[in-house]
């Protein structure tokens, strides 16, 4: 398990598939060991869509 930290003190993992989370009203494409901050949940598909075609 890989646990991120948020530096509001909120705890992610962000083992397993990437999803996105909204979390205090930010989004964040999380999963695959990464978290990525996006503006909003379509902003977080189209994040993942890119990083499983391999555009990223």
Known sequence: MWIARLTNGVEI????????????NDFYVVGQ???????SREEGREEIRKIKEGEC
């Open 13 to 24: 993992d962000v083992s397993g598939g990437l999803r996105v989370l909204e979390i205090e």
């Open 33 to 39: 060991e990464m978290l990525i901050p996006v503006k």
